[in-house]
């Protein structure tokens, strides 16, 4: 390839990596997003107003990035005498994700999984919640 034909190689591909390094910030930024948490009282899947916000929060991001994996984890404290944490870390997980698509997150966007008992010594709050991962976090 002689020197004219590089250089207008060149100047043809400058518009496709400066396409390129203009995605880049918006992936940066989406591979920053902090896990969203949405606690729930005992035995319980009533969304509070606090959960109600972070929800909220939740959902703007995602419209924001179409087509950006939403994925929603259920959490439940361990209780020896309820034996059926799974059924409730999945039912905390469903009301987040329908929270989710009534304010506008497609539902095909969302995946959703109750992950059953967790254990927090210090702070048993900590076991009933779900998590909300927006991207690749």
Request: proline fraction near 7%; hydrophobic fraction near 50%.
């Amino acid at each position: 390839m002689n020197r004219r034909s590089f250089g207008l190689a060149a100047l043809f591909a400058l518009p496709l990596v400066a396409a390129c390094s203009a995605t880049d910030p918006m992936g940066a930024q989406l591979a920053a997003q902090p896990v969203r948490v949405v606690f729930f009282e005992d035995d319980s899947i009533a969304v509070s107003e606090e959960a109600k916000a972070v929800i909220l929060d939740a959902a703007a991001v995602a419209r924001r990035y179409p087509g950006a994996p939403v994925r929603v984890l259920g959490f439940s404290a361990p209780d020896p005498n309820h034996a059926p944490t799974v059924n409730l870390s999945r039912a905390r997980a469903e009301r987040v994700v329908n929270e989710l698509v009534a304010a506008g997150v497609p539902r095909a966007q969302v995946t959703q999984q109750g992950r059953g008992a967790v254990a927090f010594d210090a702070v048993p709050v900590q076991s009933r919640r779900v998590e909300i991962h927006i991207g690749g976090n």
